[in-house]
């Protein structure tokens, strides 16, 4: 099982960017995925969950700014991401949990805990 993030950059405040996870060696249709992140000096914070069913959560620092989808066809979860301010700058991480087959359930909070696999991570800058 592999995640690959791709999408980060640098940007100003009050920009857009669209975070990508490819997943590949799992049953796609089995999981969550979850987005996280992790700016120098602090812990990794969830982001935002779509669960294999595409119920979603997110963090309140994000909601209404953060939008999380899930492509199964191309196994791709995507996090797009508005109105960036630079509190939310960080490596953004994806991973995985296991779940059944399209359910609602998985996505209960946003907590890293019960989730594994995770990518390399792709770096988020906003700039004031």
């Known amino acids: 099982l592999q995640l690959v993030e791709s999408g980060g950059g640098l940007v100003q405040r009050g920009g857009s960017l669209r975070l990508s996870c490819a997943a590949s060696?799992?049953?796609?249709?089995?999981?969550?995925i979850g987005w996280f992140r992790q700016a120098p000096g602090k812990e990794r914070e969830g982001v935002s969950c779509i669960s294999s069913g595409g119920t979603t959560n997110y963090a309140d620092s994000v909601k209404g700014r953060f939008t999380i989808s899930r492509d199964a066809a191309e196994n791709t979860v995507t996090l797009q991401m508005n109105s960036l301010e630079p509190e939310d700058t960080g490596r953004y991480f994806c991973a995985t949990k296991s779940t059944h087959w399209r359910v609602s359930e998985g996505c209960e909070s946003t907590l890293p805990t019960g989730f594994h696999s995770w990518g390399q991570g792709t770096q988020v800058t906003v700039s004031s």
């Open positions: 060696g799992l049953q796609f249709d089995y999981y969550a």
